[in-house]
């Protein structure tokens, strides 16, 4: 009976990692430059399709299995570097644009990348294999979890501190919360808003990657499994509080955690649990958990 417990609740944990990455990177997105990313899935998406390639390639050129860790991060951490182009050739020109605009933009990015996922990888499954496997298995009262997700949670974990750090701690964390809270004035102030928006929508898709990358071992990339994590980034943003970080992680553990305990009771209320929880969220505190009230 424990055991089970700990299984649920260490599957439910270590998605919620995984989606805890993908909802920073959609918070911070939304509180500097107010766009919805609907593409922010897609991102998630190409990050484990060039994870499952990078490794590929490290293992074909005589790699250690035991290392593959190495270009799995780093190759979904390089990709993320599209959030360069992706900020400078399309987004920059509907900043001043009607919220419609933004949706509609960031939505046709997700049919763009959707159509070159399939033409660069095919539309079959792709997956490492069991790589995860060389980091062994670990007993948790009475329970068996992979190594592997534990090292995922550890570094969600890391990452989540890593930009509580970021925002509280250095100069261009205090540009991007003074840029989210009055943009006019801290571009009055000499601030150079490209600048920032730039790097911190890259900051965004490369958290989205990474976050892709990290989860490929576990699973199998597929051309569909970023409009699938959109859904949960949404839920997870509605819960914990637009534009809030501390919302994202919790959103993320609560999104995570009943997904896991609805797959394993019953799995055809994994979804509707999931909404049930927005819809009450909504009604009862229309900001989420930790959203404040716009100025």
């Not at 805890?20 to 990313?37: C, D, R, S």
């Not at 490794?55 to 991060?73: D, K, S």
């Not at 948790?140 to 995922?152: H, K, M, Q, S, W």
Request: charged share 10%; net charge neutral.
């Amino acid at each position: 009976m424990t055991a089970n417990l700990v299984n649920i609740l260490m599957g439910g944990v270590f998605h919620a990692a995984i989606l805890f990455l993908v909802a920073a990177g959609l918070q911070v997105v939304f509180g500097v430059q107010k766009i919805f990313n609907l593409a922010c899935g897609s991102f998630y998406a190409l990050g484990a399709y060039t994870g499952v390639s990078a490794v590929g390639y490290f293992t074909a050129h005589g790699g250690p299995p035991a290392l593959f860790i190495i270009p799995l991060a780093l190759g979904g951490l390089a990709v993320g570097l599209v959030g360069v182009v992706v900020e400078r050739g399309l987004l920059r020109f509907v900043y001043d644009r009607d919220e419609t605009f933004q949706l509609l933009l960031t939505f046709a990015l997700v049919l763009m990348l959707e159509d070159l996922i399939r033409m660069t990888w095919g539309t079959a499954p792709v997956s490492t294999g069991g790589l995860y496997l060389n980091y062994g298995q670990a007993r948790i009262l009475g329970a068996t979890v992979p190594v592997y997700n534990l090292i995922v949670i550890a570094a969600s974990l890391a990452i989540a501190l890593g930009i509580g750090w970021l925002l509280s701690r250095t100069v261009f964390g205090r540009i991007i919360r003074a840029a989210a809270d009055n943009r006019e004035m801290a571009e009055a102030l000499g601030v150079d808003m490209r600048w920032v928006y730039v790097r911190v929508f890259t900051l965004g898709t490369m958290l989205g990657t990474l976050g892709g990358a990290l989860v490929i071992p576990a699973t199998a990339a597929m051309s569909e499994m970023g409009i699938e994590l959109i859904v949960e980034a949404f839920a997870v943003v509605v819960i914990g509080g637009l534009g809030s970080m501390r919302g994202a992680f919790v959103g993320a553990l609560v999104v995570g955690v009943l997904r896991s305990v609805a797959i394993s009771v019953y799995p055809e209320l994994e979804m509707l649990l999931i909404y049930l929880i927005v819809i009450a969220v909504l009604i009862w505190r229309p900001r989420g958990l930790f959203g404040t009230a716009a100025a």
